[in-house]
């Protein structure tokens, strides 16, 4: 007798007792325990698309919504996103949860989403976006720097365009992007600024340039800072001014760009007689 109740306790106690099931978003597709959508809020960063996620088993599950999935676009002219905070989302069995996913553009020639755009969530990103998007999320920069960072490796801008006022917090985010592309880390940043048109599209404006010339003088001397073209004409003198006599110095930058077309520049720190510093770059 005391046999037959215990082990109808512990019937009766199998429910209590499921298993909850832990694996990422990729997998549960996989597996068709899950339904996935999602839909753009408007706009290309930051928490702009909201997923559903519907339990299709009976059991709880936890889904961990991968930094690196990439949300495919149903409108080809429409940006794809890239989400770069992991999501952990706890469901009983048959439920259905909606939520908030951060992600950033990662097609920047495309038109910026519309509220209401579908996407197409069963893809990962290639694996340096994905390796990127770990980064960010175990990590915190301004909007615009993770967004320059995404379009430097998607899209192939340049990695001086990370930057922000205090660029020195910067330099392991911009260490990691110039070895996923194999170059040289710039030696200068680029301070831009991104406009979104009403029709959609974006373009990003540079606005200064930010490094150092290391240069050395024998004597005070006047100098003059210019800035040339690729074909050696100058486009501007940035500034003249006395300089006493030093020993590899930094001479600090801060030059506006504003008026300057796309192309190749060389900036030159000359007294009357000699260069005292060049450095190129590109914007």
Not at 14 to 29: D, G, I, V, W, Y
Request: hydrophobic share 40%; proline share 4%; glycine share 4%.
């Amino acid at each position: 007798m005391i046999r037959a109740i215990t082990l109808f306790i512990l019937i009766l106690s199998l429910p209590l007792q499921a298993k909850h099931q832990k694996m990422n978003l990729q997998k549960a597709l996989d597996l068709k325990l899950v339904k996935a959508e999602a839909k753009s809020i408007g706009g290309y960063q930051g928490f702009c698309v909201k997923m559903n996620l519907k339990n299709l088993s009976a059991d709880s599950l936890i889904v961990l919504v991968e930094a690196g999935r990439r949300l495919n676009s149903l409108d080809d002219k429409t940006q794809d996103i890239l989400i770069t905070r992991q999501e952990v989302i706890a469901m009983s069995k048959l439920e259905e949860k909606g939520f908030h996913v951060k992600g950033y553009c990662c097609q920047a020639s495309n038109n910026s989403p519309f509220a209401g755009a579908k996407y197409d969530v069963n893809k990962l990103a290639d694996s340096n976006l994905v390796k990127l998007a770990t980064f960010l999320n175990s990590n915190n920069f301004e909007p615009n720097v993770e967004q320059q960072a995404i379009w430097a490796i998607s899209d192939k801008k340049s990695t001086a365009n990370i930057a922000s006022t205090n660029d020195s917090l910067l330099l392991p985010l911009k260490q990691l992007v110039s070895g996923l592309k194999g170059e040289v880390l710039p030696w200068y940043s680029l301070i831009t600024k991104t406009i979104l048109y009403a029709s959609g599209n974006m373009k990003t404006y540079p606005l200064y340039l930010k490094g150092k010339l290391k240069y050395s003088n024998d004597k005070e001397d006047y100098v003059s800072l210019y800035v040339f073209d690729e074909k050696g004409m100058p486009v501007c003198e940035i500034k003249s001014q006395w300089l006493m006599p030093c020993s590899n110095k930094d001479y600090e930058l801060n030059i506006p760009l504003k008026g300057l077309t796309k192309g190749k520049y060389s900036i030159e720190l000359k007294t009357p007689e000699k260069q005292l510093a060049k450095q190129e770059f590109e914007i």
